[in-house]
């Protein structure tokens, strides 16, 4: 069974940074795409950043210069840099990963999501 599982949200003031972590587990043979999503209550969930398991980027237009998405293979981990916090990024963010599992082959999977909150 593959899961997802995020850490590294939390309460940050205005300018700060935080360090998102997803590590996938389970039976898991090869992983594709992985990413960062955000969903504000009532908001549809969209993307924030991407990274293909070459090493490609794709960073949504709000984020670009502020975030970065590092990525262990070796560890199965994707990692969200986020710098410059404003309040507007203030809302859950989620994981996921396209891959190949042993069983039951090809998906996508989601981590449960970690909020993430910048106030002062």
């Known amino acids: 069974q593959v899961q997802l599982v995020e850490s590294g949200g939390g309460l940050v003031q205005p300018g700060g940074s935080l360090r998102l972590s997803c590590t996938a587990s389970?039976?898991?043979?090869?992983?594709?795409?992985m990413g960062w999503y955000r969903q504000a209550p009532g908001k549809q969930r969209e993307l924030v950043a991407e990274?293909?398991?070459?090493?490609?980027?794709n960073y949504a237009d709000s984020v670009k210069g502020q975030f970065t998405i590092p990525r262990d293979n070796a560890k199965n981990t994707l990692y969200l840099q986020m710098n410059s916090l404003k309040p507007e990024d203030t809302t859950v963010y989620y994981c996921?990963?396209?891959?190949?599992?042993?069983?039951?082959?090809?998906?996508?999977?989601w981590g449960q999501g970690t909020q993430v909150t910048v106030s002062s």
């Open positions: 389970g039976s898991i043979f090869s992983i594709y795409t």
């Open positions: 996921n990963a396209h891959l190949l599992a042993i069983v039951p082959g090809h998906g996508g999977y």
């Open positions: 990274i293909t398991s070459g090493g490609s980027t």
